[in-house]
């Protein structure tokens, strides 16, 4: 199925919020409510794009069934007006490609495959792995290189090799080294999405063409501007809506994992999407009443 807001330079849209997975009081995927979060994230807060079962979705903690019943929520909740991207990557490449087909059965438009993470695969095994599970459909993929939670980097001529793939697109970068990226960049037609809400400027500066955000939650309409003024060359207005979403970031990206914060700032603003999985654990008191404090600093508009 072909992207809906894709185009030659951003093929899954611009701004991309990584939703996170909604479960009802004791527990079970909330379905519903899913597809409440997609709409309101579409609709009014700009996305023209999501990523299902990312990590901020707590794609550890949920089945594989789940996986697809959630994106197939999603996909019949905003599939015609915002780009779906489903989360495939695990540190085992046949349930990667077992992932990555499901997806396109349940009507992905395309695939987030992150490195597989823990066992440190050499970079030969990294491309080995992306290019088996991108043979495997006929879905775009966008890589995600986060060695901070992988422990390994996507290098740099692995990168180089892996955008001869027809289907490998993208890369989503939580890794921040800008001058490889740069370098990635200037070699190949891969799109760079920022995948960390602190260096979402600075990759616009060195030419990503967009975000795959967590705060986006919350402050999608205000990232999307931000995209929008700094392409069309009013690059203060930028960095002023930068700054001033600087609490934000610091409130749901700083103060624990980012999945706690985000259903923390959700349920602030009046949208409640449930608790977190175990290992995860909801956010305390203390760290909701920081957080309150961080949203308001950085205009978000709280629920009553």
């Known amino acids: 199925m072909a992207s809906p807001t894709?185009?030659?330079?951003?093929?899954?849209?611009?701004?991309?919020?990584?939703?996170?997975?909604?479960f009802t009081a004791d527990g079970a995927l909330d379905v519903d409510g899913a597809q409440r979060l997609a709409a309101h994230l579409v609709d009014e807060q700009r996305n023209d794009g999501l990523v299902v079962s990312g990590t901020t979705g707590e794609s550890p903690t949920t089945s594989d069934a789940e996986k697809a019943m959630l994106l197939r929520a999603v996909v019949e909740a905003v599939g015609d007006r915002a780009t779906v991207i489903a989360g495939a990557g695990t540190y085992d490449t046949e349930h990667s490609v077992a992932l990555a087909r499901s997806a396109e059965r349940a009507g992905a438009h395309g695939l987030l495959l992150v490195t597989p993470y823990y066992s440190k695969p050499p970079q030969e095994g990294v491309h080995r792995h992306f290019t088996t599970v991108a043979d495997a459909t006929g879905l775009p993929v966008m890589l995600y290189d986060i060695p901070g939670?992988?422990?390994?980097?996507?290098?740099?001529?692995t990168l180089i090799r892996l955008a001869a793939h027809p289907r490998i697109v993208a890369v989503k970068d939580a890794k921040g080294d800008f001058f490889a990226s740069s370098q990635v960049m200037a070699a190949t037609d891969l799109a760079f999405y920022s995948g960390d809400d602190a260096l979402n400027l600075p990759w616009l500066s060195v030419g990503a063409c967009g975000f795959v955000s967590v705060v986006g939650?919350?402050?999608?309409g205000e990232l999307a501007s931000m995209i929008d003024l700094y392409l069309t060359g009013r690059v203060e207005g930028a960095r002023e809506t930068h700054r001033r979403l600087l609490p934000v970031i610091a409130g749901i990206m700083t103060r624990t994992q980012g999945a706690i914060m985000a259903k923390a700032a959700l349920r602030l603003v009046g949208r409640p999407v449930g608790p977190v999985r175990s290992p995860l654990v909801d956010a305390t008191r203390e760290q909701e009443n920081l957080l309150r404090v961080d949203?308001?600093?950085?205009?978000?508009k709280l629920s009553d």
């Open 295 to 300: 949203l308001v600093a950085g205009g978000v």
């Open 149 to 157: 939670r992988t422990g390994v980097p996507i290098a740099v001529e």
């Open 217 to 220: 939650h919350v402050v999608g």
């Open 6 to 22: 894709g185009t030659s330079d951003a093929p899954f849209g611009r701004m991309l919020t990584a939703m996170v997975t909604p």
